[in-house]
């Protein structure tokens, strides 16, 4: 029954057999969903995209990588200067590794605004977190392999993040670099496990959709979708719309990619390894700023560790600290005003990670610090119980259908209730 | 059209003797966990040194070349190693403050083996890095000894910690005087 939907004989045959063509068309296709989704909903499809860039420039690159603490960065450089279009294929795997993070961030600040974390989502946005850790490693052990002074020296405070771990914490750091400090083991597995985590993240990505799927998109108003009325099929219309946020995507990237390749990264790892001396300053890469400024407010070794960590756990429970049955922060006036602060303070903690820890930057990061967590952990639960809300349109398509009433034809579909 | 109607070895309540279902049934839970942790533990214990990285564990410096005042940074296990040859004025320094009122409480004494040659690892307890000191010319931080650059943690002449992040002193290695002038350190 399903393989008529299609004409072509081949495809129905294999169809019958094998449904992926019922699923793909399922998926993307027939899938209902939401009408009223504005620019905010592009960032997963941009997500899924970056990931295959990454993918795909990824395994190109490791035919002409060398995984040696001897030879890993002039295998590099070689890349840059003698491999045919080798300088593309890494400035595109070097910024679309940014680009994906700028992606993502917007991807979950989007679902922030819009609650879409609610139920029936959690899981789905579970499983987004759990994605957006994978990246985190992925990308850490990415900005190892080219073996400058940053690599080095990122490798050395990250995994030493673990000695903090009472009793165990030097054991396990020897464990992860395979030695008694970051070598050529470490370098080794790192490359191994930088090769596989992408194909973990894609694996997560199919039970995200199969989640989203489940109920289907949020959208700005955050109701439900109460028929046929509210939703339009995915294609065309917003297969369209998704690939015109690519052209923009692809227009930045290319942006920076062929203008700006190095305004993401940082110039210390154009210097080779030396373990014998840090750098005076160093620092992640940007998407890890918020993270390292928390680490750093605090001055206690196990405390600095453990808050950072914290700072992503809490997402995973958020679905729960936030009771509010209002997702959308257009009905939520309060909630809308500490979602800017928190945005805000997530800025400025990118700021201040940037910036020596010292004199007055400290004092910041610990006041951005504990605003970040009261976000989550007061504000939230207690807006959920005080906070009065905007009565919610009945449906959809009510608040456009009213705001353009002389548009009698549509206007007569009552919502389904 | 699937009917609900069940041979008898599929339920429990039919089995004559369900206790010996249950055993039967954690019993084979039981060896495939086992099983399983037996061939993870080689797939893990891959990971941690390797004969050749643990068999690399010594390394024998000739300290007769360090002028009073002076320092050199040698590797050991990949790592920086700091030798300092300090002046009476250092020692003294190190001697002055009552070790058990630090962060990290320990005596000078019990950090060297002869007290004009300190010997410390050049690794930053907080999180790894290289402080910095061991060159004239470089900062020293607020106790004359060393400063880490990384989050601001400062030590002293003896490689104590007196302010910043690290939560320990600079670690000793295990070393001998093979003489007077040759030190192994491992
Ligand atoms: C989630 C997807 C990925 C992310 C976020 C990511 C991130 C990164 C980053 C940040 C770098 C350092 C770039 C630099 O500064 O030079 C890097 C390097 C590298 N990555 Fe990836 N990567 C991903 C997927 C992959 C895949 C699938 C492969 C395939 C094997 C791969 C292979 C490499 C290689 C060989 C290098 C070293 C060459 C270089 O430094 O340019 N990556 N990656
Ligand atoms: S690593 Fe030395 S202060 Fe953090």
């Known amino acids: ?417 | 059209m699937a009917s609900p109607k069940r041979t008898p070895a599929s339920s429990d309540k039919d089995v004559a003797d369900p206790k010996k279902r249950d055993f039967i049934v954690v019993a084979t839970y039981a060896m495939a966990g086992l099983g399983v942790a037996a061939v993870g533990w080689p797939l893990i214990n891959q990971m941690n040194p390797a004969a050749d990285t643990l068999a690399l564990a010594s390394t024998e410096v000739d300290v007769s070349k360090i002028a009073e005042g002076q320092a050199i940074t040698i590797t050991w296990r990949g790592k920086p190693v700091f030798i300092r040859h300090r002046t009476s004025d250092e020692i003294a320094r190190a001697n002055a403050v009552d070790g058990s009122n630090l962060r990290d409480p320990e005596e000078d004494e019990a950090r060297v083996q002869r007290p004009e040659m300190l010997v410390v690892l050049g690794v930053c307890t907080h999180l790894g890095c290289v402080p910095l000191g061991q060159k004239t010319s470089e900062v020293k931080g607020d106790y004359e000894g060393w400063f880490c650059p990384c989050h601001g943690s400062h030590y002293d002449t003896s490689g104590r910690i007196r302010k910043g992040p690290a939560p320990t002193n600079l670690e000793v290695p295990p070393y001998t005087f093979l003489s007077d002038t040759i030190i192994r350190i491992g």
């Open chain 1, 1 to 417: 029954m399903s393989a008529e939907k299609f004409s072509n004989p081949v495809v129905r045959w294999i169809d019958h057999r094998l449904p992926v063509f019922s699923m793909l068309d399922h998926t993307a296709n027939d899938y209902p969903t939401p009408k009223n989704l504005n620019y905010m909903w592009n960032f997963g499809s941009l997500a899924g995209l970056s990931l295959v860039i990454m993918i795909v420039t990824g395994i190109v690159l490791a035919m002409n990588y060398t995984a040696h603490v001897d030879h890993a960065f002039e295998s590099v450089e070689r890349i840059m200067r003698d491999v045919n279009h080798g300088w593309l294929i890494r400035y595109i795997h070097m910024n679309a590794a940014s680009f994906f993070f700028i992606v993502v961030y917007i991807h979950i600040f989007r679902g922030l605004y819009y609650g879409s974390y609610k139920a029936p989502r959690e899981l789905l946005w579970i499983l987004g977190v759990v994605i957006f850790l994978l990246m985190m490693a992925t990308a850490f052990m990415g900005y190892v392999l080219p073996w400058g002074q940053m690599s080095f020296w990122g490798a050395t405070v990250i995994t030493n993040l673990f000695s903090a771990i009472p009793f165990v914490g030097e054991s396990i750091v020897t464990f992860l670099w395979g030695g008694f400090s970051v070598d050529n083991p470490t370098l080794n597995r790192f490359f191994s496990l930088h090769y596989l985590m992408p194909f973990l993240i894609a694996g997560v990505v199919v039970l995200h959709i199969v989640a989203l799927h489940r109920f289907g998109s949020n959208n700005p108003i955050g109701i439900d979708a109460k028929g046929p009325q509210d939703t339009i099929s995915f294609h065309p219309y917003y297969t369209i719309k998704d690939m015109f946020g690519v052209a923009v995507f692809l227009l930045l990237l290319a942006g920076a990619v062929f203008f700006f390749p190095n305004a993401m990264g940082h110039p210390d790892n154009y210097i080779p390894a030396n373990p014998m001396q840090t750098p005076a300053h160093i620092v992640p890469e940007w998407y890890f700023l918020p993270f390292y400024a928390i680490l750093r407010a605090v001055p206690d070794k196990l405390g600095g560790v453990l808050l950072m960590f914290s700072a992503i756990l809490v997402l995973f429970i958020l679905p729960w600290l936030d009771r509010s049955p209002i997702r959308s922060a257009r009905f939520r006036p309060v909630f809308r005003i500490f979602f800017w602060l928190l945005f805000v303070d997530c800025i400025a903690l990118g700021y201040l990670g940037a910036k020596p820890a010292e004199g007055i930057y400290v004092v910041l990061s610990r006041v951005t610090t504990a605003w970040y967590f009261m976000h989550f952990l007061i504000i939230l639960p207690l807006l959920s119980v005080f906070e009065t809300t905007k009565p919610l349109p009945k449906s959809i398509s009510e608040p456009v259908l009213s705001a353009r009433s002389h548009n009698t034809g549509v206007g007569q579909m009552a919502p389904a209730e």
